[in-house]
């Protein structure tokens, strides 16, 4: 089981965290690429629209008879072969987003954060403990944390640090979202993320226990178990019918 070191906002290590080889193990870059698209799409506004027969500006009269001009018949100046006539087919609003299983989501968020930690770049701090609202103190505990770039920092839900939300929004390269909000996307954007110890730790239960079965070993306990329900099952035998047959 790996463990990281956990630090203050002054830079100084207080402790150790241990770190679930179910959360941070493998990494599924196909599904970090899926999630991503998902998340994109999902942002899209979809507001983009042309103008079709119906709506292009012009009258409805025919402009000549059907029969006798030598000319082609036409029924409309707002026909889609014509200069300023419709568009045919062309992109209308909609909406972009589309439905990703939530399994699916999980392993995403999983593998970016086992990519993150095999970077080093993860960083666990005991508390975002803001004494006051100042955003240049802040970007001096950021530099005290070594974070010279983005920065994604994750607290828990309902944290209620008015002083963290009003010191950080001003840093452009610095976004915070809470535990139940943060999503692979955001882990791959930034450059460094920067969890809160109970933050971490509540999500890390949270993927533990949606973590595959199939992925985790199985006990000493279990094993026996299946073991003796093999043995307890009878041998197949033959039914008198088929044994006539036979």
Known sequence: ??????????????????????????????????????YRASQRAGTHATKNKKLVSGAGKKLWKQKGTGRARVGSIRSPLWRHGGTVHGPQPHSHAYRFPRKKLMGALRSALAAKLADGKLIVVNAFDVKEVKTQAFRESLDALKVDKGALLVEVANHGNRNLDLSSRNLKTVELVTSSEVHPYHLLRYDRAIFSQPAIEKLQLSLKTSASRRAHPATEGEGERKGQKKAAKAPRTRTKKAAEVA
């Not at 941070?24 to 698209?37: H, P």
């Open 1 to 38: 089981m790996a463990t990281i070191d956990i630090y203050d906002l002054s830079g100084k290590k207080v402790g150790t965290l241990e770190l679930a080889d179910e959360v941070f193990g493998a990494i599924n870059e196909d599904l970090l690429w899926e999630a991503v698209k998902h």
